[in-house]
């Protein structure tokens, strides 16, 4: 039993120590639902709209000129699926601009 809770216990560290590495640049986490994705074609940022839940009011949107970030928030979209985004913003609003997006994880 100890040798899987040092196991559990190694496996977090390494998480953790991954997840801070990919985040240095984020000062702004969100989690939610894209609910729109917008494009304009010959313009080189889109804007990646999302609220915490499904029946939210409140809103936020970060922009992007990533091509992989616009494809992962558009199968997000279609899908439905849970995401999590990080901005550059520097502090997290209770709604509106998260700044650019720097990463976007996708939960199936």
């Known amino acids: 039993m100890k040798k899987y809770i040092g196991i559990a216990m190694l496996v977090l560290f ?4 991954f997840s801070m590495a990919n ?6 986490s ?3 639902y894209i609910i729109r994705v917008s494009t304009n074609p010959g313009s080189s940022v889109s804007y990646i709209y999302f609220r915490a839940s499904g029946l ?3 809103y ?6 990533d091509s992989k970030l616009i494809d992962a928030a558009l199968n ?3 899908s439905r699926a849970y995401v999590l985004i990080y ?10 601009s998260v700044g650019t997006v720097t990463y ?5």
């Not at 390494?14 to 120590?17: G, M």
């Not at 976007?104 to 199936?108: E, H, I, T």
């Open 14 to 17: 390494v998480f953790t120590a």
């Open 23 to 28: 985040t240095a640049d984020a000062t702004c």
């Open 30 to 32: 969100k989690e939610g």
């Open 56 to 58: 939210s009011n409140v």
């Open 60 to 65: 936020f949107y970060g922009t992007t000129s």
């Open 76 to 78: 997000a979209l279609t």
């Open 87 to 96: 901005g550059n913003i520097a502090s997290c609003p209770s709604s509106g």
């Open 104 to 108: 976007l994880a996708v939960s199936p």
